[in-house]
């Protein structure tokens, strides 16, 4: 299948392939739209089947972080970087240098930044070789603590944000005696267990890695149950925090949650699970909506800003969450369309 032809391709700007033999990189570079600006993503590396399965994630990614960018307010377009590998066994310094090589290919107008499998230290090392690097440090945290460039942070309190919404606008109630289960409790989903934690709300988690599990289970008293089992369990909000594609054929039948709201990208397998979670009454939160916290806090600093702003601007993730849900059920359209409509009129309309 070509590029051209693939059903992912979005009338992608540019996109492009790498692959260093003295290193083993294999890489993607996707840049969707700039038309508000240079595009920023982060690069997730992961020990994707395929290249095909690969680039259809990057092409879906780069667009995604369009419509994120707009939607959040930010003059800026969407790209995104994959690097093909596991990121436990095949990473290395080497790597890292080659792929700071091929964003600098771009002369700027791809932003590199962190992701699934990518460390700020990794960011460090590919900044050596490009100056197009952010998150390799911060100046703030929006809560005051210690900042090093993770953004992992900032995109957990504002998934807590929008989850936090969702529920108010929904089921007219606090998150106190909630219950959220969550899919995946990685760098973001345990940020996040520990948000809806504090605010009273009972945590049911799954992982493929034991680390985040445990700590959930331990010090958030978090129910444990298996990965494959998480998206139909009895909750009042199911979280999708891992890799994308988690509301599908199958599992859509499954989910019992009234509410989906989570920081995973590409959370819908295919455009009609929208329609279809319309149709059975499940308030869907759209992913790049509620999970723009990474990208609103990079955009902070580098630029000239404080904690205060950025910790404002987090927090208005949950009144975009409200609106996108009051337009979705008194429009009767599914929530990503609405989403998608507003975040459109300004990108392609500006």
Same mark, same amino acid.
């Given at each position: 299948?070509s ?12 996109v ?16 969707h ?9 982060g ?10 399965e690969?680039?259809t ?6 667009k ?14 969407g ?9 436990? *066994?095949d ?5 890292m ?5 091929a964003?600098?290919?771009?002369k700027?107008q791809?932003?590199? /930044? ?5 460390s700020v230290?990794?960011?460090q ?5 490009s100056?197009h690097?952010a998150?390799?440090s ?8 210690p ?21 108010? *606008?929904?089921?007219?109630? !606090?998150?106190?005696?909630?219950t ?25 988690v ?6 985040g599990?445990?700590?959930a ?8 149950v298996?990965?494959?089992?998480? *998206? ?10 891992a ?5 599908n ?8 949650a ?10 819908? /397998? !295919?455009?009609?699970?929208d329609?279809?979670?319309?149709e ?7 992913d ?17 800003? !404080? ?10 993730i949950g009144?975009?969450?409200k609106n996108?849900?009051?337009r979705?059920?008194t ?12 975040a ?6 500006s």
């Amino acid at each position: 299948m070509s590029l051209f032809e693939h059903p992912d391709f979005d009338q992608h700007e540019q996109v492009s392939f790498f692959h260093d033999a003295e290193s083993g990189l294999s890489a993607i570079i996707a840049v969707h739209n700039t038309k508000l600006g240079a595009s920023l993503g982060g690069c997730r590396m992961w020990p994707y089947a395929n290249s095909q399965e690969a680039l259809t994630d990057v092409l879906r990614l780069s667009k995604g972080m369009t419509y994120k960018a707009a939607m959040a307010g930010l003059p800026q377009g969407g790209g995104k970087a994959v690097i093909i590998g596991n990121p436990r *066994h095949d990473k290395t310094q080497a790597l890292m240098y080659a792929m700071g090589k091929a964003v600098d290919t771009f002369k700027g107008q791809y932003v590199i /930044a962190e992701d699934s499998g990518i460390s700020v230290q990794d960011l460090q090392y590919m900044a050596t070789q490009s100056h197009h690097v952010a998150g390799t440090s911060a100046k703030f945290a929006y809560d005051g603590s210690p900042a090093d460039g993770n953004p992992a942070p900032s995109t957990a309190y504002g998934v807590y944000m929008g989850v936090k919404a969702a529920v108010e *606008h929904v089921m007219n109630s !606090s998150l106190k005696g909630k219950t959220v289960a969550i899919q995946g409790v990685g760098h973001v989903g345990l940020r996040l267990a520990r948000h809806l934690h504090k605010a009273g709300a009972n945590l049911i988690v799954a992982d493929i890695f034991n680390e985040g599990v445990e700590i959930a289970k331990n010090e958030l008293g978090a129910r444990v149950v298996d990965p494959q089992e998480i *998206h139909a369990m009895e909750a009042d909000v199911f979280a999708p925090c891992a890799m994308g594609g988690a509301i599908n054929d199958k599992s859509i039948s499954e989910i019992k949650a009234p509410i989906i709201a989570g920081a995973a990208n590409n959370q819908l /397998a !295919s455009k009609q699970m929208d329609k279809l979670l319309l149709e059975k009454n499940i308030v869907y939160v759209p992913d790049y909506v509620i999970n723009a916290g990474g990208i609103i806090d990079i955009y902070h600093q580098r630029n000239e800003s !404080s904690a205060q702003a950025l910790r404002a601007q987090l927090e208005q993730i949950g009144d975009t969450v409200k609106n996108i849900i009051t337009r979705s059920q008194t429009e009767k359209k599914p929530s990503e369309e609405v989403a998608n409509i507003l975040a459109e009129e300004k990108f392609k309309f500006s």
